[in-house]
């Protein structure tokens, strides 16, 4: 049996935020969330002194690094920010690549807890395993496994976003030129019919057309005569642009 291809699979973009707003206003929200979690991890960061978060030990020296990667995501979550209004494409794909990153980070945090075997004797208490190790940490690692899940699904989705609403710029730079575009052709379009009097070099020769007559007025004589044998008419609506 012969077996036919079709073209390469391309992810489509979103037309909303959550299926009530536009991307503009979702990219807004992303930046502004973004800008808050950053100042919030610069705020804990400690060079001298270890923190516990949800029963973690963190070393200063991972805290200054990630204080460091929040301080580089405040000044991007701005720029995009602004890029989204004033549809710059490169503003929303530099943010894109830092969301994308860190979550990337984010997700191998309890990964690494996971392969390590840890996950149970950093966050439930050695009395409680005393309960039945198999039971309290078999459950303990579900229960972090499925928040790490949800928080996952939600940080890529905020991912997508950004992502469709760089996407939107790409293909349609400037909706309003584009608009007023379409409006004008379609005016441009609906010509009256009939014919239209022209420059003489733009119009079309037709038979000569001879002088009208009334009931009881002398016909024309002399030059004035002479000058309606010449005239011509002509289909294009250019009139007054030739004479500019």
Avoid at 156 to 175: M, Q, R, T
């Amino acid at each position: 049996s012969r077996v036919t291809t079709g073209p390469a699979m391309k992810l489509l973009r979103a037309e909303s935020f959550c299926g009530c707003s536009s991307l503009l206003v979702g990219t807004e929200v992303i930046c502004l969330l973004t800008l808050l979690v950053d100042i919030f991890l610069i705020a804990l960061c400690s060079s001298s002194e270890p923190i516990r978060v949800v029963g973690v030990s963190v070393h200063p020296s991972v805290q200054v690094l990630a204080a460091s990667w929040a301080f580089v995501g405040i000044p991007t979550a701005i720029n995009a920010g602004v890029g989204v209004l004033y549809r710059i494409e490169s503003s929303l794909k530099l943010f894109f690549y830092y969301l994308l990153l860190s979550f990337l980070v984010g997700v191998s945090i309890p990964i690494g807890f996971f392969l390590s075997g840890s996950a149970c004797s950093t966050w439930v208490d050695k009395e409680v395993q005393r309960l039945g190790s198999a039971f309290v940490c078999g459950f303990a690692d579900t229960f972090v496994f499925a928040w790490t899940l949800v928080l996952g699904v939600i940080n890529l989705y905020l991912v997508y976003i950004v992502w469709s609403a760089g996407e939107e710029i790409a293909a349609e730079p400037n909706p309003g030129l584009v608009r007023y575009s379409d409006v004008s052709r379609g005016s441009q379009g609906q010509r009256p019919p009939g014919m239209v009097p022209v420059a003489e070099k733009n119009a079309m020769p037709n038979p000569p057309v001879a002088p009208p007559t009334y009931q009881g007025a002398r016909p024309m004589q002399g030059p004035k005569a002479a000058s309606y044998q010449g005239y011509s008419y002509g289909t294009v609506s250019a009139y007054y642009q030739s004479q500019a």
